[in-house]
């Protein structure tokens, strides 16, 4: 089963910020949380991953909460190319198989 | 990046029929890969993990003997759906670790008539 939890669905403004939040109360010591998002009809696409830290790249930035139990994938920018299905997932080492969750699907409003 | 490439794209066969799909690695190297199932406003759902050179292993409740693995080398790995139904017409996703992170194909959509 999915150790994580996100809302079904999230509407953001095209232009705005898009906050996408996530919940892993169970996430043990060495458990990063990754992102993922998987566009109409294609294969998952990496998006951002961290441990403690919180993460930044070209594609978004990653908030992760003191005590690790949650946090936020955020769009900076949200255009009508980022209307998704957006999935945190958490996992150890790098051979882990990755389960996914039913993840929450943004729609970006123009 | 690494890439991870899938073919077919789509494919169409008729009930009773096998098909095959591929799964490549286009500049890495993959021990290890990892076979999806999706159907249409549904999640992921994990089939089985692809070893390079042994048997895969199957998630429960997927039948190992309808959904062949093959992992003959550390550039692909093949998917048989054996006797094809209807119900078996889905999107299949593979997976691979490149570098640092996993990478996924583009799937397969596979229709049974």
């Known amino acids: 089963d999915a150790k994580t939890t996100q809302p079904p669905s999230m509407d953001c403004a095209e232009g705005r910020a898009a906050n996408l939040p996530c919940n892993h109360s169970?996430?043990?010591?060495?458990?990063?949380v990754y992102w993922y998002r998987q566009i109409h009809s294609q294969g998952p696409q990496y998006i951002i991953h961290?441990?403690?830290n919180n993460e930044t790249n070209e594609m978004a930035s990653l908030i992760i909460t003191e005590d690790r139990k949650s946090s936020t994938l955020i769009l900076p920018h949200a255009t009508l190319r980022d209307t998704a299905v957006y999935y945190c997932?958490?996992?150890?080492?790098?051979?882990?198989?990755?389960?996914f969750g039913k993840g929450t699907r943004l729609h970006i409003l123009p | 990046g690494a890439v991870v490439s899938q073919h077919p794209s789509w494919v169409i066969c008729k009930s009773g029929t096998s098909v095959k799909i591929e799964c490549r690695s286009l500049d890495f190297q993959a021990t290890t890969m990892f076979w999806y199932r999706q159907f249409p406003k549904q999640s992921l759902m994990l089939m089985a993990t692809s070893n390079e050179g042994s048997k895969a292993t199957y998630e429960q409740g997927v039948e190992k003997d309808k959904f062949l693995i093959n992992h003959a080398s550390l550039t692909l790995s093949t998917l048989t759906v054996t006797s094809a139904h209807p119900e078996d017409s889905s999107f299949y996703i593979c997976s691979a670790w490149g570098q640092d992170e996993q990478y996924f194909g583009p799937g397969t959509r596979l229709t049974v008539t």
């Open positions: 169970t996430i043990s010591g060495n458990e990063y």
């Open positions: 961290g441990l403690k």
């Open positions: 997932i958490v996992r150890t080492n790098r051979d882990d198989k990755i389960i």
